[in-house]
């Protein structure tokens, strides 16, 4: 029975992922907030070495405080690198050691379409994505001869809590139908997507960061 470390699963695409899972009888661990802070490396460490090994990491938590150049500060920059960067790095850093000793891992990442584009107001938030497909790309390099594969999703437009929190109803509309598929995705369908990539069905692709954004990155 495989078992799988999923960040960010109480709401959206991580709960979708967490549920799906389950149902296909994958052991699913998702931890809270208290029981691991992403904004804390010591206390990822601490979690990952308090669970049994996993054969699954699912880097689905993350922020998106908007903020332009002029409302960024060193404080606010620093938490979106950490929590969208910097504890997805950490995280595969612990949790590959026994990976690698097993010689097998499946390791998705979250990006998103931001990292190859941006909109105003967006610019720690790119950066920080940008960062996780530099980070895919490099870890699959280091991993894939273990049998560790490593890539990232990218989303475009899901209905979210946080789409609605950064959009208006009349914008989440516009947005659904600016994309050529004419409609944002529901967050079981990006998770059908990472269950693929966390399978054995996955044997061959490694260190991609894919775009799952309804046509967006097209036009």
């Known amino acids: ?33 208290s029981e691991m802070n992403l904004s804390s490396n010591e206390s990822i460490k601490a979690y990952v070495e308090k669970i049994p090994d996993v054969d699954i990491l699912v880097n689905c938590a993350g922020i998106n405080d908007l903020g332009s150049i002029e409302e960024m500060t060193e404080e606010k920059l620093q938490e979106m690198i950490q929590v969208n960067l910097i504890s997805q790095t950490m995280l595969i850093k612990y949790v590959s050691e026994k990976m690698k000793a097993n010689r097998y891992g499946r390791i998705v990442n979250f990006a998103s379409i931001w990292c190859d584009f941006s909109k105003e107001r967006r610019i720690m938030y790119s950066i920080a994505k940008a960062g996780v497909k530099g980070l895919t790309t490099a ?3 280091e991993l894939s001869k273990y049998n560790v594969l490593v890539n990232a999703v990218a989303p475009g437009f899901v209905n979210t809590e946080m789409t609605s929190q950064n959009n208006t109803p009349e914008q989440i509309e516009a947005l659904a139908q600016a994309l050529p598929i004419k409609r944002m995705a529901e967050p079981v369908e990006i998770a059908e997507f990472v269950y693929f990539l966390s399978s054995e069905q996955n044997s061959f692709i490694t260190g991609q960061t894919i775009f799952a954004d309804g046509g967006f990155s097209c036009v």
């Open 1 to 33: 029975m495989r078992k799988a470390l999923v960040t960010g699963a109480s709401r959206g695409i991580g709960k979708a992922i967490k549920n799906l899972f389950e149902e296909r009888g994958i052991v699913v661990y998702a931890p809270a907030r």
């Open 139 to 141: 870890a699959a390099v």
